[in-house]
Structure formats: structure tokens, C-alpha cells
């Protein structure tokens, strides 16, 4: 069993002492994209959207947001594309490659008003890359006009109207990030005929872990103990199976200006058990530890 003093309810650690800047993060606007749906195809169905993302970058940039250029990075992306594979021209794939801290989708619609009027609207969600979690959404419309009124203009017009307070909810999303933490899942799997499980007595070395103890139970202070680990839901555990369904590890780095990758939240995991020795065990000292991650789920495995 897991050392149930650490993990009942949800570990707590204190919260990075100062709020995020969203003026420290990049941020690239492109076109919204049902699934499955090709960048370039929506940028040749509408003829709008390429100028109402340049005009959104510039709107943002005069409030001091630091933004990766859509139409260049995208020129890059999809000559890579169609030199190798053509077929990945998605969001999803190009988001990978462009890799923005920030990124805002942007979607145009043309509004009949009747009387030979029309006015455009525009919806932005805007969302963290790292987690895919959305930050802000906010439609607005702008006035109605003849047919004869320059489109792209009701555009800038649209998100002109409610932009200061849609970068103060991007903000603020951000912030409530930053407390929140990024979710990730942890699966420990020991195989069989290794000669130990989770009920096995370990060694760690590791200066906060300078103890011996079960190796379920070193688990769970090492849970406690990491300074990157904000909060986890109790585990689900067997002997050789422990699965940790939701930990929340820290958005940013120490100076809260760059997002903590999961892939070096996974060095640490695995710096830990590759640490561990086993204590009077006769067919083994020394753990082998195998990691691999797929999307926000890490994998450790003991031999």
C-alpha cells in the first residue's frame, strides 16, 4: 500500500510568489480549424482570414504582446510540408512546429443585417499550448454597414471593440493557470519476474530521500518532497501497478518566465528511481528504469 498519510486528499505546495506576465510569452494567431481540417485549405475558402490574423498581430503587438508571425512561419511550415508530407497540414501538426507558448484562433463570419447591411464577427479562443487548455473566449460583432464597406475594416472593428479586455482575461487565465499547475498521468509498472515489487525495500541517496524504506512508500515522499509537484489525487496502486490519474506539476519555471517542459518533469521522475537500490535483495541491487511519455502521460517502468 502507498504511505496514505502523503496522499490523502491532494499534496499541496506553496504557490510561485510572483504573477505571471503574459508580455513574457509568445503568442501566434491563426485561422480556426474544425478537426481534421487543412490550414491551407481554409486560408484559400477565405479570403479574409490571413488579413484579419495580420491585423490582430499588430493590434496585439502595440499592446506590448510578443507574437510569432503566422504568414512567415507558415510559408516555412508547409514548404517542409509539401517536401515530405503533404497530408499534416493541420493545426495540431503545425502548432507542434511552431511551437507558440500562447496560441489564439481566429474565426471571420459575414452577418446579413438586413436592409442591404452587413457587419462582420469575430470569435477568439485562445489557448496554452502546453496543455491545450483554453485561456479566453470572446465573440463580438462589429457595426452594420452597406454591402459596399471594406470587410477586413468591420473586422478590425469587431475585435477592436472588447481587445484591452480580452488581453486582461488572457492574463488572467494565465494566471489561474500558473495556481492551477499543468496535469499530467503517471503509470509505475514493475514486471513480473523482476525478483521485487512495490512491498520491496529500497535505497535512496537522493539528499531529501536519504532513507530506507518500502518502495511504495518512497514513492509517496518522493511525491511529497519534489519541489515541481503541486498536487496529485490519492493513486490506484497493486503490488507491481501504480497509476497517478492527475498530478499537477508547475506550469513555469523558477523565474516564471518560461513554461517547464513535461519532458524534463520526466528526467526528474526518472532520476529518481534510477537512484533507488534495492536493500537485502538476493537477485538484484540495482533498478533498471525504462521511460517514455506519450502526449501528457509519462510511463516508468522497473526491471
Same mark, same amino acid.
Given at each position: 500500500?502507498?504511505?496514505?498519510?502523503? $496522499?490523502?486528499?491532494?499534496?499541496?505546495?506553496?504557490?510561485?510568489?510572483?504573477?505571471?506576465? $503574459?508580455?513574457?510569452?509568445?503568442?501566434?494567431?491563426?485561422?480556426?480549424?474544425?478537426?481534421?481540417?487543412?490550414?491551407?485549405?481554409?486560408?484559400?475558402?477565405?479570403?479574409?482570414?490571413?488579413?484579419?490574423?495580420?491585423?490582430?498581430?499588430?493590434?496585439?503587438?502595440?499592446?506590448?504582446?510578443?507574437?510569432?508571425?503566422?504568414?512567415?512561419?507558415?510559408?516555412?511550415?508547409?514548404?517542409?510540408?509539401?517536401?515530405?508530407?503533404?497530408?499534416?497540414?493541420?493545426?495540431?501538426?503545425?502548432?507542434?512546429?511552431?511551437?507558440?507558448?500562447?496560441?489564439?484562433?481566429?474565426?471571420?463570419?459575414?452577418?446579413?443585417?438586413?436592409?442591404?447591411?452587413?457587419?462582420?464577427?469575430?470569435?477568439?479562443?485562445?489557448?496554452?499550448?502546453?496543455?491545450?487548455?483554453?485561456?479566453?473566449?470572446?465573440?463580438?460583432?462589429?457595426?452594420?454597414?452597406?454591402?459596399?464597406?471594406?470587410?477586413?475594416?468591420?473586422?478590425?472593428?469587431?475585435?477592436?471593440?472588447?481587445?484591452?479586455?480580452?488581453?486582461?482575461?488572457?492574463?488572467?487565465?494565465?494566471?489561474?493557470?500558473?495556481?492551477?499547475?499543468?496535469?499530467?498521468?503517471?503509470?509505475?509498472?514493475?514486471?513480473?519476474?523482476?525478483?521485487?515489487?512495490?512491498?520491496?525495500?529500497?535505497?535512496?541517496?537522493?539528499?531529501?530521500?536519504?532513507?530506507?524504506?518500502?518502495?511504495?512508500?518512497?514513492?509517496?515522499?518522493?511525491?511529497?518532497?519534489?519541489?515541481?509537484?503541486?498536487?496529485?489525487?490519492?493513486?490506484?496502486?497493486?503490488?507491481?501497478?501504480?497509476?497517478?490519474?492527475?498530478?499537477?506539476?508547475? $506550469?513555469?519555471?523558477?523565474?516564471?518566465?518560461?513554461?517547464?517542459?513535461?519532458?524534463?518533469?520526466?528526467?526528474?521522475?526518472?532520476?529518481?528511481?534510477?537512484?533507488?537500490?534495492?536493500?537485502?535483495?538476493?537477485?538484484?541491487?540495482?533498478?533498471?528504469?525504462?521511460?517514455?511519455?506519450?502526449?501528457?502521460?509519462?510511463?516508468?517502468?522497473?526491471?
Amino acid at each position: 500500500m502507498l504511505l496514505s498519510f502523503f $496522499l490523502t486528499g491532494a499534496l499541496s505546495l506553496s504557490a510561485q510568489s510572483t504573477a505571471p506576465n $503574459l508580455r513574457n510569452f509568445s503568442i501566434m494567431v491563426i485561422p480556426y480549424l474544425k478537426d481534421g481540417e487543412k490550414i491551407n485549405e481554409k486560408l484559400q475558402k477565405n479570403a479574409h482570414i490571413r488579413m484579419a490574423i495580420a491585423n490582430l498581430q499588430d493590434a496585439f503587438l502595440s499592446n506590448g504582446l510578443k507574437i510569432i508571425d503566422f504568414s512567415a512561419k507558415y510559408q516555412k511550415y508547409y514548404q517542409d510540408q509539401v517536401m515530405t508530407e503533404p497530408t499534416s497540414d493541420t493545426k495540431a501538426q503545425f502548432v507542434q512546429y511552431a511551437a507558440p507558448d500562447i496560441f489564439a484562433e481566429i474565426e471571420v463570419e459575414e452577418i446579413d443585417c438586413g436592409d442591404g447591411t452587413h457587419k462582420a464577427r469575430v470569435r477568439l479562443k485562445t489557448f496554452l499550448t502546453a496543455t491545450s487548455e483554453l485561456m479566453a473566449d470572446k465573440v463580438s460583432d462589429s457595426n452594420c454597414f452597406v454591402k459596399e464597406a471594406d470587410f477586413v475594416l468591420l473586422i478590425k472593428q469587431s475585435f477592436n471593440k472588447f481587445l484591452e479586455q480580452y488581453i486582461n482575461q488572457m492574463q488572467d487565465g494565465l494566471t489561474r493557470m500558473v495556481d492551477l499547475g499543468q496535469p499530467l498521468e503517471l503509470r509505475i509498472t514493475v514486471l513480473d519476474g523482476t525478483g521485487f515489487d512495490l512491498n520491496s525495500i529500497v535505497r535512496s541517496s537522493l539528499p531529501q530521500l536519504n532513507t530506507t524504506a518500502p518502495l511504495s512508500k518512497m514513492i509517496a515522499l518522493w511525491m511529497y518532497k519534489e519541489s515541481k509537484i503541486k498536487s496529485s489525487s490519492p493513486p490506484s496502486n497493486s503490488a507491481q501497478l501504480v497509476v497517478y490519474d492527475e498530478i499537477r506539476i508547475s $506550469l513555469l519555471d523558477e523565474n516564471n518566465r518560461k513554461i517547464y517542459p513535461l519532458e524534463l518533469f520526466r528526467y526528474e521522475v526518472w532520476n529518481f528511481f534510477n537512484d533507488l537500490q534495492l536493500v537485502n535483495n538476493a537477485k538484484k541491487v540495482k533498478i533498471t528504469v525504462q521511460d517514455n511519455s506519450i502526449g501528457r502521460t509519462i510511463y516508468i517502468t522497473l526491471e
